[in-house]
């Protein structure tokens, strides 16, 4: 009997040593999935993050291109307009003239249709080309020489 009952609780131990084996081989491998799950969204975190740098710097890279070659344009067209030549002093004149007058004149057009027009359709069509004109002549006046760098 005792042989029995030794052979049985033996056979019970290694049956529950089997099982105890069996449900810590699972928990090794839910660990090591969850490691390796981790270590995945860790992964793509860091490639998210990765491609998120590489697209700001795309970007930066992109305005530093655009902004050479708006100085190589900028560049292209002073050296144009120094190739005429010196001219005469009245000329020069002249030319810085125009913008000012340009300006002055739309402000003064504007300012007269305003004051005098009596068709409200025609007035409100003129008005608008003239006010669309005058915005463009005065901003680009003092929007250009605002922008000019300081020697």
């Known amino acids: 009997m005792e042989f029995l009952l030794s052979v049985l609780t033996g056979g019970a131990t290694g049956i529950l ?13 839910w ?9 995945h969204k860790r992964t793509m975190d860091m ?3 990765q491609h998120d740098l590489r697209s700001e710097e795309l970007e930066v890279e ?9 100085g190589k344009q900028r560049a292209s067209s002073y050296r144009h307009d120094m190739s005429a030549g010196v001219s005469y002093p009245w000329v020069a004149a002249i030319l810085r003239l125009v913008r000012p007058v340009l ?19 025609q007035q409100e069509y003129i008005l608008q080309s003239v006010i ?12 250009d020489r605002a922008m000019r760098p300081k020697k």
């Open 103 to 121: 300006t002055m004149g739309l402000i003064a057009l504007t300012w007269y249709i305003y004051a005098t027009s009596m068709d409200l359709a």
């Open 17 to 29: 040593g089997s099982v105890l084996g069996k449900v810590f081989s699972f928990a090794d491998f």
């Open 132 to 143: 669309y004109m005058t915005s463009t002549a005065v901003l680009w006046w003092f929007g």
């Open 62 to 70: 992109r305005e530093i291109v655009m902004e050479e070659q708006a």
């Open 31 to 39: 660990m090591e999935e969850k490691k390796s799950n981790n270590d």
């Open 47 to 49: 490639t998210r993050l």
